[in-house]
């Protein structure tokens, strides 16, 4: 064996050991892992239509069949925000989202909240090893920046919410995303 080798398997060795004695680092803000804690919020249907409560403008929508019955639900991004004349939007330093699901006469609010400073946006996915499609709501205000995925279940009628980044819950040190 070249003398070389062998200094470089010693030195491999030496770091293994080291970092094999280093103490498990907790986590400073002694956080629960981020997807305990909406794990089991599960949004239920309500036959009231959500978008009665003072929203103006539809941003998006999109159509899919998001429990896997053959028929499609309605996915819309509503703000409380008006558009002008010109048809910009005339946004607030904060103004009321909802994001909803509209399965027939049942409606499933994902998201419906005031947010300050911010906007909303909501992604459609298939991951793999999950056959209906995944929403991801995206929430980002400058201040936090926020991630929950829904997926429709079937077992309890409603939309699982799975926190999936939130940097207000984590002792976060750098963002290269402009304005934070
Ligand atoms: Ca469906």
């Known amino acids: 064996m070249k003398p ?13 050991s080291l970092i094999a004695c280093q103490p498990i680092k907790k986590n400073p803000m002694n956080q629960q892992p981020l997807n305990e804690k909406t794990k089991d919020t599960i949004i239920q249907a309500t036959e009231k239509d959500p978008r009665q409560n003072s929203m103006a403008t539809k941003l998006s929508e999109f159509a899919v069949d998001l429990d896997l019955d053959g028929e499609e639900e309605k996915i819309e991004l509503h703000t409380a925000a008006e558009r002008n004349k010109n048809g910009e939007m005339v946004w607030d330093d904060g103004q009321k989202w909802l994001l909803v699901v509209q399965d027939g006469d049942l409606y499933y609010s994902l998201l ?69």
Do not use: W
């Open 4 to 16: 070389g080798i062998f200094r470089v398997i010693l030195l491999m060795i030496a770091v293994t």
């Open 112 to 180: 419906d909240e005031y947010v300050q400073l911010g906007q909303v946006y909501f992604n459609v996915s298939y991951y793999d090893n999950e056959p209906l499609p995944t929403i991801t709501v995206i929430t980002d205000t400058g201040a936090n920046f926020k991630l929950v995925n829904y997926v429709y279940d079937k077992a309890q009628k409603g939309y699982s919410a799975e926190l999936v980044y939130d940097s207000k819950d984590i002792n976060h040190i750098f963002t290269s995303i402009p304005s934070y």
